[in-house]
C-alpha cells in the first residue's frame, strides 16, 4: 500500500483585486442569481459564462417540487450557450449565491458533482480550458480548469 496525495492549484483575491473583465462577469452572475426559480432552497445561484467570441450568457437555478428535476444554474448557463453558440468555446465561468435574506453569501460556494462533469465535457467539447471564478461577498477563488475542482475525472477518453 502507498498513500499519496493531491494538491490543486487556485487563485484567492479579495473582491477588490480582481480585473475588470472578472468583474463584470461576477456582476452578471449577480443579476442571474437575482432570477433564480428556488420557492423550495430559498438558495439563489447565478452564473454567467464569457464566451470566446465576448458574448456573455447567464443562467440561474430552477427548482421543481420533484427535486430531481431541477437544473444548477452552472448547467442551465453552459447547455444554453452550447446550444446558442455550438462552435464558440467557454473562456470564463463565473458562479456565486444568495442565502434567504437575499444577500450575497459571506462563503464560497463550489459546484456540485454533475455540474462539474458538465464543466468537464464543455472543456473537452472545445479542447479548451475554462477558467473559473467562485464568488462570495468578499473573495473570489480561481481555477484554471474544471480539473483541479474534478481531479479523478470520467471523459470522453474512458470511453475508448
Known sequence: MENKELKIK???YNI??????DENLIEKAKE???NSYSPYS???VGAAVLLENGIIIKGSNQENAAFPSSLCAERVTLFYANATYPDIPAK???ITAFGSNNEILDEIITPCGACRQVIL???NRFNNNCRILLASKEKVLEFQTIKDL???SFG???LK
Open 156 to 158: 470522453k477518453e474512458d
Open 16 to 21: 477588490s483585486e480582481i480585473n475588470t473583465e
Open 121 to 123: 465535457e464543455t472543456e
Open 150 to 152: 474534478l481531479p479523478f
Open 10 to 12: 487556485y487563485t484567492e
Open 42 to 44: 430559498h438558495f439563489k
Open 92 to 94: 470564463i465561468l463565473a
Open 32 to 34: 442571474a442569481a437575482q
